[in-house]
């Protein structure tokens, strides 16, 4: 069955340092998420993306987030200047089309020192 | 904000028996629903959905109900099976938004014994 992918599956920077982080969505799928759970908080939505751009960005996607997508299979999540707070999973989802379902990643634990 | 709440956060289960996890939302904008499962160190696996103009959905074991009125809905397994033990997480979509984005809420931990 087809599947998202994430890379890596343990992201350790320093505070201040940009991060990249990857994912390959499902091939067929048209529309791309990024998502974070904080340890012991619930799954937050941070941004969509079809058609070459954003269609909606929760208030947590500030300035310091960037998405985009490189090529016809990557999907990638930028933090220009990490902080502390932004230790968390952020998972990566992707849906045939907005009323589909979406289909998850497993995860990039990142974890900023 | 918690739009979408899930006020168990354990629930255990013996197996063979039925299991119901509830979710209450508060956004009468929601129209798409849908539960996941998910095992420690991996994402969230789409599980099943029901749209607004539908009062049940099934798949299998699992079944879903909505009750618009009271704003709630809930997950049914019968019959639960050792595998089923993972944490349930309840979304909603408001179609409003242009994103798509999902809103979950914190999850109950389900626990399906011997």
């Known amino acids: 069955e087809p599947e998202v992918t994430q890379t890596p599956s343990h992201q350790v920077t320093q505070m201040g340092q940009e991060v990249i982080l990857r994912c390959v969505p499902i091939s067929n799928h048209l529309y791309f998420y990024w998502y974070r759970q904080i340890l012991g908080q619930k799954v937050e939505f941070l941004v969509s993306f079809y058609n070459n751009e954003i269609s909606e960005k929760s208030e947590i996607f500030d300035d310091q987030f960037s998405v985009e997508r490189p090529d016809g299979s990557n999907f990638t999540l930028k933090i220009r200047s990490t902080k502390l707070e932004d230790s968390a999973m952020y998972f990566c989802?992707?849906?045939?089309?907005?009323?589909?379902?979406?289909?998850f990643g497993d995860g990039t634990r990142l974890s900023i020192l | 904000d918690q739009q979408v709440k899930q006020n168990s956060p354990s629930l255990s289960v013996q197996e063979g028996r039925i299991s119901i996890l509830n979710c209450d939302y508060t956004n009468s904008m929601f129209d798409y629903f849908l539960w996941y499962k998910k095992y420690p160190a991996e994402g969230p696996t789409f599980l099943i959905s029901?749209?607004?103009?539908?009062d049940k959905n099934e798949d299998g074991r699992f079944t879903v109900f909505l009750n618009k009125s009271a704003k709630h809905l809930s997950l049914h397994i019968v019959p639960s099976q050792p595998g089923d033990s993972a944490v349930y997480f309840c979304?909603?979509?408001?179609?409003?938004?242009?994103?798509?984005?999902?809103?979950f809420g914190k999850g109950t931990s389900l626990l399906v014994t011997p």
């Open positions: 029901i749209s607004s103009i539908k």
């Open positions: 989802a992707s849906s045939e089309s907005g009323i589909q379902p979406q289909h």
């Open positions: 979304a909603a979509s408001d179609p409003s938004n242009s994103g798509y984005a999902l809103n």
